[in-house]
């Protein structure tokens, strides 16, 4: 008995000093995000365009040709940067989607030149560190919790901007993830750890980026290796708000999000339609115009193609890859009911005379549905996003 108490004792503390041992990864802060995507210009000519650093951790900095020969002149200190993140860092396989872009504060002549130079005296040779005569970044003008630095004078180092001083860390959804002043060692050894706590969290994600399911209908076919048939969107033709008359088949191979709306809904249509711009903006930002935004109006009767004109241009929708689709109502219905599988009926007693799903649609590449999700919260649109991000590359 005093054995078994002594045992039991001992295992109950081991268990509990493991458990509460266990590292705690405190996640890091989001100082700010890219609301557009921007082109800088190469020491070499090229335009380069953020949609190419996208899926990459980027730091941004600021640095002078000047460097490390005359300190006052240098937004950083070229050696330890160079030890610190260059060496360690871009040349390390385990870190193969990090990025380092660094502006050039010169205004001297012939400066692409005067950098290609810079890199050969300081052996500076891999593509993962890009330079740029392009004297401004974009993500200097996000709102930072203590002001924005790319309009505040330095005080201690005498430079323009206090923004030349810093470095920011940028994470693979363009948020701003870290600021650092890398004038100073410290500083710079801090990026070192942090991008390795970014690294812990994208790994987690691609954990939990299980493989999404395959709505409707399956069918067995003997007749075919993957024998196994899924639902598929069925063939439609309709009109867009610009008049034009649009199918199915322009969206073969292509990611859809799909919702059914009216122009004269007085409950939950401004939602969505706000919901689904949302979205479009944070496509656009990640560069995915590819992907496509169909939204099919279950009173098609009133809804014209110019009340779906006004309609867009009233909730200020970029109509780049977003269709406003009006047709004949029983297709259209026929088409939510069976294709779509959710519900669309004329009802009198349903807000506004209509009944329809509130929920948008995920498709993908090859016509199955692979999402349903509540298009009025706005929580859902993280979600929504990273799940068209994980269909895009299937």
Not at 210 to 218: H, R, S, V
Request: aromatic content about 12%; hydrophobic content about 35%.
């Amino acid at each position: 008995m005093v054995l078994s108490i002594i045992f039991g004792t001992f295992f109950i503390l081991v268990i509990s000093l493991k458990k509460f041992s266990e590292p705690v990864f405190t996640p890091q802060p989001t100082f700010g995000k890219l609301e557009k995507p921007f082109e800088i210009v190469g020491y070499q000519g090229d335009t380069i365009s953020s949609c190419s650093l996208n899926d990459n951790i980027v730091l941004y900095n600021f640095l002078s040709v000047k460097c490390p020969t005359d300190f006052e002149k240098c937004p950083f200190r070229l050696e330890w940067f160079k030890i610190k993140i260059y060496t360690e860092l871009v040349s390390n396989i385990g870190f193969k989607d990090l990025r380092v872009v660094t502006s050039f504060i010169d205004k001297e002549k012939n400066l692409g030149q005067k950098i290609a130079q810079f890199r050969k005296y300081h052996k500076i040779n891999s593509e993962k560190w890009i330079m740029t005569t392009t004297n401004y970044i974009p993500y200097f003008d996000n709102e930072f919790k203590s002001g924005n630095p790319w309009e505040k004078p330095d005080t201690n180092y005498n430079f323009e901007r206090q923004a030349f001083l810093m470095t920011l860390l940028v994470d693979k959804n363009q948020n701003i993830r870290g600021k650092y002043l890398t004038y100073d060692f410290g500083e710079i050894r801090r990026i070192t750890k942090e991008i390795s706590l970014i690294l812990r969290e994208e790994s987690k994600k691609i954990i939990d980026n299980k493989k999404l399911p395959i709505f409707g209908n399956k069918d067995y076919d003997s007749s075919i290796d993957d024998d196994t048939v899924y639902h598929k969107i069925p063939f439609w033709e309709f009109s867009n708000q610009d008049g034009e008359q649009i199918n199915s088949n322009q969206y073969k191979g292509k990611v859809s999000l799909v919702d059914f709306f009216f122009t004269s809904c007085p409950t939950i249509c401004p939602k969505m339609t706000l919901n689904m711009r949302d979205i479009q903006d944070e496509l656009i930002k990640d560069c995915m115009n590819e992907v496509s935004l169909l939204s099919f109006t279950v009173d098609p009767k009133r809804d014209s193609a110019k009340r779906l004109k006004e309609y867009a241009k009233t909730y200020n929708i970029n109509n780049i890859n977003w269709d406003l689709i009006t047709g004949e109502q029983s297709e259209i219905y026929n088409l939510g009911i069976k294709g779509f599988l959710v519900p669309n009926q004329q009802d009198a007693l349903a807000p506004g005379g209509f009944l329809h799903s509130e929920k948008m649609i995920l498709i993908d590449k090859k016509g199955r549905i692979r999402g349903y999700y509540d298009g009025t919260d706005t929580l859902n649109i993280p979600k929504i996003v990273q799940h068209i991000k994980q269909l895009s590359k299937e």
